[in-house]
């Protein structure tokens, strides 16, 4: 396996180890943790891959921290001694399935688990390949998320509604998004500069981990890990040089840019399945929870389309938010007919 193909993995790895030590300590088998381990799960075969590899491997924990651990896991998925995922992927499910020819076995709730992703990788990838008609072009339905691994070792992951068209030749890698929002994290080539082109904005990096997000009127771009350079395609104007923990947000109509530095796990934590809020207002929080979901919540009063929520959501449960919403005050939800979602009005004093 290549540096970068490992860099890839490390970056999935790391959330494997993160739901082992979750699901460890969740004994009171929590719900909502359950859910968004599974969803987490269903993203991509790789989450499923490296989750049966760290589960394999749990008893190494205890005499390692969480890097020795992840780099332990690349390690042994190298030796010759383990068969791969992908060389049993559509065997027989009722038949058990070995992952190295000798070594610690699953137990407890990691062996229910580890069952569970089997099936789901099978059900993955024979249901819903993310390319279309063999073209270069990659979507997610509503409500969908998936990971895909380029040809040249970059990982992408695709939230909800996302739409990109790869082009890469020996000269450049450019990605068009040309919905949604999607996370990169960029293998390293020099001699191939990689770059994110939305609306007006275009972000570019040689190797680094960043969020681009495309709106109707904006795009904004986070930076997760290393340094992004971003400019305007139309006049070629370069904006600041966005480091870790940065966000820029650029207009589709005008060259206004606005940096700023965020929590970067709160603008990622649609990535575990979370929508995390701070004195939002509640038109945007309303417009992040309906991007998951084919009924909608409405909100016609423009005095409640500003009332600032904080709070952390799930995005498969819409309810979840509708009765926290009647919970903090002066909010009516009436429920719409032909299941076509819920409106919000305010309360008659």
């Known amino acids: 396996m290549t540096k970068i193909k490992n860099q890839n993995l490390k970056f999935i790895a790391e959330q494997a180890v993160e739901w082992l030590l979750v ?19 269903k993203m991509s075969p790789l989450h499923i891959e490296e989750f049966l590899f760290a589960s394999n491997l749990i008893h190494n924990i205890k005499n390692a ?18 068969i791969k995922l992908s060389d049993h992927v559509h065997d027989d499910f009722d038949k058990p399935i070995e992952y190295e020819k000798k070594g610690p076995k699953i137990f407890g709730f990691f062996a229910i688990a580890a069952v569970f992703a089997l099936f789901v990788l099978g059900v993955f990838l024979l249901i819903s390949p993310p390319k279309i008609d063999g073209s270069n072009i990659y979507i997610t339905k509503t409500g969908e998320q998936r990971s895909i691994l380029l040809e ?16 890469f030749s020996k000269q450049f890698r450019r990605v068009e998004l040309i919905q949604g929002e999607a996370v990169f994290n960029v293998a390293k080539d020099i001699k191939r500069p990689f770059r994110v082109y939305s609306g007006f904005a275009v972000a570019e990096a040689i190797g680094t981990s960043f969020n681009v997000y495309r ?23 370069h904006y600041p040089t ?14 206004v840019a606005e940096v700023k530095r965020v929590n970067t796990d709160q603008a990622m934590s649609w990535t575990t399945r979370r929508l995390i809020f701070e004195k939002e207002s509640l038109e ?4 992040e929870i309906n991007r998951y979901s084919h009924r909608k919540i409405i909100i016609n009063d423009p005095i409640l389309k500003q009332k600032n929520i904080s709070g952390v959501f799930g995005v498969n449960d819409p309810k979840a938010l509708l009765i926290f919403l009647t919970k903090v005050g002066n909010i009516n939800v009436q429920e719409l007919n032909e299941n076509k979602g819920w409106l919000l009005t305010l309360e008659d004093n």
């Open 215 to 237: 709106e109707d009127k904006i795009t904004t771009i986070t930076v997760v890990e290393g340094k992004v350079g971003v400019f305007n395609h139309l006049d070629n104007k």
């Open 65 to 82: 921290n969480a890097n020795e651990f992840i780099e332990l896991a690349i390690k042994i998925k190298n030796k010759d001694n383990v």
């Open 242 to 255: 966005l480091t870790q923990g940065e966000q820029i947000t650029v207009n589709h109509t005008s060259k």
């Open 152 to 167: 040249d070792g970059t990982l992408v992951n695709m939230n909800t509604q996302t739409k990109i068209k790869l082009d």
């Open 284 to 287: 945007k929080i309303v417009n």
């Open 23 to 41: 699901l460890e300590k969740d004994t009171k088998n929590q719900p909502e943790q359950r859910e968004l381990f599974l969803n987490w799960l």
